[in-house]
């Protein structure tokens, strides 16, 4: 059996399943359609349903959708608009056209005439924005509890998955590369995503999420995507958070450099080291939580090593100090989505884990299974925001905390597909160790 035929069937195995236990008889996955601006009659990019890609890797078919009943083979109707304004949707012959009924259309009504009655019994799982989608007299719209069904079962990847997954690494460390020497060669930060983008000949919309390429003290914003046009003076460090799509399936790294050997450069390599002495910990059976926490623990040291906060390990962590450094949470789940679903989610049936206040960003609740696949990006930075908290605190050492003020800070970003009893595969090492 190929990877695509075993992921199909793992697919058709888990929406079975799912209807089963919800009581549809039928799904209907649409693949959406660009939104326009309001006012205007400029769509903005067009980012296909996950669920839809998750049968079949078409991610520029907008107006497609699928057709599923248990025990009948998947149709998919995919949309070729046939008029003069928009270049024809090229669809290669590719191996999953073997597993699904293809049905062209051009027209929505083609696919509601061909569906007849058999819509009315359909869960219909999409947005429904727009006309004459929004009319299809469905059984049901998006239910939850289906939805949630799919979206646990979802977190284990078929090899399928996790093979296109290592492309998308693939193609990110490469396009990393290119912005590495763009930095050391002074460019500027939208010259650097330029190089980016280049390098895997990409366009901007192409990439799963807006890149965070970040010099200096930009470092320090979590989610920085302005792309300064000038070059600073001095570029002291680079943080560069920027992935790459293969197939649909998600890459999501994060690389920090420094210009010139000594603190900063130090303090990156500390921070490699607990990131890899936290993989080493990642089993199955372990909760990703008491990841986290350890996660913590490794930087709460860090802090302390480096003089930054006074105090043990244990106590930096436990009065919430590393909290002020490393706000966000450890990772996520990754596949599809570069936050793929599901991290909250107890079982099947829908209900969640009760998330702890005292890390209110952490994505991913659940147990560590065999077949997962999540990122691990701890990150140290000086949030002025966040120390404010802290002024006056004797145990903050304000002027170590200055030194690095000017550097921003420091993320690094792995993406792991968790294997037996510790052999977990580092999609993201791997594609940037093929490349050297
Ligand atoms: N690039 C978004 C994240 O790391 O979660
Ligand atoms: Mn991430
Ligand atoms: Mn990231």
Known sequence: MSAYADHIATVRARFDAALAATGYESVLIYAGQPRVAFLDDNPAPYKVNPLFKYWVPVIESPKSAIFYQPGEKPVVFLFQPRDFWHAEVKV??????????????????????????????????GEDFAEPVASWPVKARNPANLIDH????????????????RHANRLAAKAHLAARDAFVAGASELEIHHAYLAAINFRESQVPYNSIVALNEHGAVLHYDVY??????QSRSFLIDAGALYRGYCADITRTYARESGFFAELIESMDEAQQALLAEIKPGINYYELHVSQHLKIAKILADYGFVNG????????GYTSAFFPHGLGHFIGLQVHDVGGF?????????????????LRLLRDVEIGQAFTIEPGLYVVDQLLEAHQ????????????????????IEDSIVVGENGHN?????DAFASLA
């Open 312 to 319: 043990t390990a244990e106590s930096i962590y436990e009065q």
């Open 150 to 165: 799919l979206h646990f079962h979802r977190a284990i990847k078929t090899a399928w998955e996790v093979d296109n997954m």
């Open 92 to 125: 290669p012959e590719e191996e999953w056209q073997q597993y699904v009924e293809l049905v062209v259309i051009d027209e929505q009504d083609k696919m509601t005439a061909w569906l007849g009655d058999k819509i009315k019994s359909a869960a219909f799982i």
């Open 392 to 411: 006056g605190n004797a145990d903050f050492n304000w002027d170590r905390i200055a030194q690095l003020r000017p550097y921003g800070g420091i993320r």
């Open 425 to 429: 595969e580092n999609l993201t090492r």
């Open 345 to 361: 989610l107890a079982n099947d049936r829908g209900d969640t884990i009760a998330r702890d206040p005292r890390h209110p960003f």
């Open 228 to 233: 300064e046009t000038q070059a600073p003076a």
